[in-house]
């Protein structure tokens, strides 16, 4: 069974035509099972900046809806190219000029996005036809996206399977808080199952935390398999639209984390950041560092983790 995670933009109505309504908060998704394929297909509601800035660090493909080419849509595709999504497609109006929309993906990896119309055969066949790299060999991790109490069944996550193959029974460490929690049952698409490999949504019964600390962008992992930290030197690349980065108080997401962060130093490519909760992360994962006061361009640029002796 093929599972893809789809990110949807610009268009929270076209969501309905592709599935089965699921969690909804800031974040709504939406499920669709065939012979061969589970999709789950997320929107940020109101194109809310930080759980856009979620999605795209979280998706393997993405379908962007350029009716209109606003800042919106263009932060949206400097997201995405940031993340390095390279599989995707652009929707667009019948007789659109494409000159412009060409302009604004060029150079970036939406270069190789399909660009079609808003035609539901044709962009679930071109999804069907999309496959994701998966690390099945690695130690489970799973991440995050909604947590809740059930009657009768304690503590219940929603995520996603990020590597390896998670096991019913696994012992694993909840960060960045670092319980141990064990997983009870394994549930995808309302069905019990003894394990769930990379790629899969999951819906996992927990033994060892509560609600109030397996909140969104928690991972459950095997024991010093990812960092935490407070204290980060990022090698940075800044978004070439914005303004000069100088010292001050932003907000960052990594995975499904977003936390505010305070830049402390800037030096060449390199930035130094502070945060007042830890964060979890290893050095392949993309930091998007925003600026949420900013009026237009809330984008800063985007940094991996770099290892020091402080």
Known sequence: MNHLTVGIFHDESFSKELGKKGTESDIVMYNRKTDQHIFTF??????????????????????????????????????????????????????????????????????????????LPKILENLESITSQRDRDSSPVVVVDHSFSVKGVGEVILGFVKQGILRKHDTLTLLPSGEEVVVRSIQMQDRDYDEAEAGSRVGLAIKGATVDIMRRGSLLCAKGCMKTSTKLMLSFIKNRFYPEIKEGVFHVT??????????????????TIELEKPVAYTNADTFLLLDLNAKKLHLMGKGKAVDTNQ
Do not use: W
Request: charge should be negative.
């Open 42 to 119: 997320m929107h940020p509601l109101g194109d809310k900046i930080t759980a856009k800035s979620q999605i795209i660090s979280s998706i393997d493909t993405a379908i962007v809806f350029c009716t209109e080419l606003t800042p919106e849509v263009g932060e949206t595709i400097l997201m995405l190219d940031a993340v390095g999504i390279s599989q995707g497609m652009m929707v667009v109006p019948p007789y659109t000029e494409m000159n412009r929309l060409t302009a604004m993906t060029k150079g970036t990896s939406l270069g190789s996005f399909i660009i079609t119309e808003k035609n």
């Open 254 to 271: 990594v995975g499904m984390q977003t936390l505010p962060m305070k830049i402390v130093k800037v030096e060449n490519e390199f930035l």
